[in-house]
């Protein structure tokens, strides 16, 4: 049984940070993507960043490239997200998910989702 639990979000003065763990834990694969997306309500969930076990460096959108750092810490079984030089404009629900082999941009090729942690700049 898979699970994903994000902690971490709350609130925070632009040009503030905050960092996002994710742990995993059931997962029996050994080539996995964990991702983190972000969702504003009434607005489709995007990618912000992923880490891929299989050794490809990680994904940043855009939005945030030199700004978050996705790492993991792979005795604790966790995914981190930093986010540095916070803007109101990453104001959203951030989640954590997981997916079998390669990693992609889309929500819905993703398996295993967290509950969501709030981020409000």
């Known amino acids: 049984h898979v699970q994903l639990v994000e902690s971490g979000g709350g609130l925070v003065q632009p040009g503030g940070s905050l960092r996002l763990p994710c742990g995993v834990s059931?997962?029996?694969?050994?080539?996995?993507?964990v991702g983190w997306f972000r969702q504003v309500s009434g607005k489709d969930r995007e990618a912000v960043a992923w880490?891929?076990?299989?050794?490809?460096?990680?994904y940043y959108a855009g939005s945030v490239k030199g700004r978050f750092t996705i790492s993991r810490d792979n005795a604790k079984n966790t995914v981190f997200l930093q986010m540095n030089q916070l803007q109101p404009n990453d104001t959203a629900m951030y989640y954590c998910?997981?997916?079998?082999?390669?990693?992609?941009?889309?929500?819905?090729?993703?398996?295993?989702w967290g509950q969501g942690t709030q981020v409000t700049v």
């Open positions: 998910a997981a997916r079998r082999w390669q990693c992609t941009v889309v929500p819905s090729d993703f398996d295993y």
């Open positions: 880490h891929y076990t299989g050794g490809s460096s990680p």
């Open positions: 059931g997962i029996a694969y050994t080539i996995y993507c």
